[in-house]
């Protein structure tokens, strides 16, 4: 698969569907995996070469569902990026592309990454709130390279990272939640704060170092030791549907009395900028698409759906566009190219 193929086909984990859809965006379950023997930190490229053509034919081996199989090297920068905004690779490894891999399952819905900190790290993606669901998937597909490949384990440790805390389940859980609601009330950075009490951590919108945009924050287990993935599942499924109770209580205050004519300003003004702007920065966009999705997801008629607007939260990405423009596309210009497609797409509604 070329991956500006990739353009033309909805990603499944992105869709507007699955439990709690409105604020739950997706679920992300990850699993590290390492061969035994050094990790790829600290191995040179013949031994990273071997690693990845090992892991490419034990994936083959277990059969993903259409994968296709991608060599970061073989990749240009623009093409590395556009898998980072896809959430399928890591900012880490479309900045060290050389014997470094990635390998998509069918609707994107798996992805398993090759030589970054671990050499392998298989990941299961679905829409809303399904923690478990996503779980017994990456547990299957653990299950059938467990088949093919010797994992470094210990029965003291647990599975052996490159990251002490991946270690013991190598597990880490993950929800992208859509928190306006908390941001516009400022409760969010309380919110947060309280998370490390839970063993839970927040990020931005590409995971570790990346900032928030657009009122999205990935919740996460913060470390895989101690506790069995049964566990940290319950834990972090208690936090987000506690976390979402606490979304829908800041937007139903949002929507009453003296705050709700501010608040459908704001949504209001987001689509009069939306439909009409000819420059449209990346992060600005995603706050005025952070607005429109709010003043839907709380059941006003508006001139769009949830579906349209996650398909353009992940189309307007600089690197979405630049292959969309089939070409690298300089700041204004892509400000342009943006500020275009979302015309035409709301207009279309």
């Known amino acids: 698969m070329q991956l500006h193929n990739m353009l033309r086909f909805k990603t499944a984990w992105a869709e507007a569907a699955g439990p709690q859809h409105e604020i739950v965006l997706s679920t992300r379950v990850r699993l590290a995996r390492n061969l035994r023997g050094p990790f790829p930190g600290h191995i040179g490229p013949h031994t990273l070469k071997k690693t990845l053509d090992h ?90 390279l467990s088949a093919v490949l010797d994992f470094a384990f210990r029965d003291d440790l647990g599975y052996l990272t490159a990251c002490p805390t991946n270690l013991g389940t190598g597990m880490r859980a993950s929800c992208l939640m859509h928190l306006p609601g908390l941001t516009m009330t400022g409760a969010v950075g309380r919110l947060l704060e309280n998370l490390g009490r839970a063993g839970l951590i927040a990020r931005g919108l590409y995971g570790e170092g990346t900032r928030v945009v657009g009122d999205v924050f990935q919740l996460s287990n913060a470390t895989g030791f101690g506790r069995t993935e049964r566990e940290i599942l319950a834990a972090l499924d208690k936090s987000v549907a506690a976390i979402a109770a606490r979304e829908n209580e800041a937007r139903a205050a949002l929507s009453t009395g003296a705050a709700k004519i501010r608040l459908e300003d ?24 952070s607005r429109l ?11 769009s759906d949830l579906s349209l607007v996650n398909e353009l939260t992940l189309s307007t990405q600089p690197a979405h566009l630049d292959l969309l423009a089939q070409k690298e596309l300089t700041h204004r210009d892509r400000d342009a190219l943006r500020a275009s497609l979302v015309r035409r797409r709301l207009k279309a509604c």
Request: with cysteine; hydrophobic share 50%; net charge negative.
């Open 55 to 144: 892991a490419f034919y034990a994936i083959k081996l277990a059969a993903v569902k259409n994968a296709a199989f991608f060599k970061m090297s073989d990749l240009d920068e623009t093409d590395r990026e556009f898998l980072v905004e896809r959430h399928l690779a890591s900012p880490l490894l479309a900045a060290h592309p050389a014997q470094r891999g990635v390998v998509v399952g069918d609707d994107e819905t798996i992805a398993v990454m090759v030589n970054e900190e671990d050499h392998l790290r298989l990941a299961v993606l679905l829409p809303g709130r399904q923690l478990h669901a996503a779980h017994a998937a990456v547990d299957r597909l653990d299950d059938g």
């Open 293 to 303: 999705r709010l003043g839907l997801a709380m059941g006003w008629k508006l001139p």
């Open 266 to 289: 704001e949504v209001h003004r987001s689509i009069a900028l939306l439909g009409a702007a000819r420059l449209l920065p990346f992060e600005e966009c995603q706050q005025h698409l």
